[in-house]
């Protein structure tokens, strides 16, 4: 533990800025371009109180990396760093290979409706015994990964990225089975919003 009484773990959110026309551009085909960028925007802050309060030190990955310089307007008092270079393979590796058995990383994306923090603290308990951890997304990705040692370099080559096989193609890189956690849904689309429209943490989000 940490003299603040926080493992060394890190949970890093990876979130892309919320600029009009940038953000869930497929759920803007349906609602608009402004209403989308509304609801990610809710998704965003939402993620970040969430998981702002576990133990573990809080990151806020962002693309595009010019968005760190404090002219843009992101959740306040966290830690925030730029994803880097390369495709979302080569910025989640990066932010990967910073994993040590003693101070595992999480990252996980900012979309997903009912991510809570007993989900990260899930995924940094499978890695005390497992090298690799992965929370499953209903439509064949993953919302969550996460590493105890840095993974291996070609974890994510040729992945077919927004696929439904693209975490059974990533497991199939992995050198060892991966542990997983519970499967979420992200909310991409409207017919994702279909499947929860009766839950609260998805209907609030379209509120206004």
Not at 74 to 96: F, S, Y
Request: net charge neutral.
């Amino acid at each position: 533990m940490t003299d603040t009484g926080r493992s060394a773990a890190q949970l890093v959110i990876f979130a892309k800025a919320p600029v009009l026309g940038t953000v869930k551009t497929r759920l803007a085909a349906t609602i608009g371009d402004a209403a989308a960028l509304a609801v990610y925007r809710r998704m965003l802050w939402r993620c970040t109180d969430r998981l702002r309060q576990g133990q573990w030190r809080l990151i806020l990955s962002v693309t595009p990396d010019a968005t760190t310089n404090g002219s843009h307007d992101w959740p306040a008092d966290i830690d925030l760093v730029g994803q880097g270079k390369g495709d979302l393979g080569a910025r989640m590796l990066r932010a990967l290979q910073q994993a040590r058995p003693d101070a595992p990383v999480v990252v996980v994306g900012s979309d997903i409706p009912e991510l809570a923090a007993r989900h990260v603290t899930q995924a940094i308990k499978a890695l005390e015994t497992d090298k690799l951890v992965f929370g499953p997304s209903a439509d064949g990705g993953f919302y969550l990964v996460g590493a105890s040692a840095p993974p291996p370099q070609d974890i994510f080559a040729g992945v077919t990225w927004s696929s439904p096989s693209t975490l059974a193609q990533v497991i199939r890189n992995c050198a060892l089975r991966p542990a997983l956690i519970d499967m979420l849904d992200d909310f991409d689309d409207m017919a994702a919003f279909a499947r929860h429209r009766d839950n609260p943490d998805w209907a609030s989000l379209l509120q206004g």
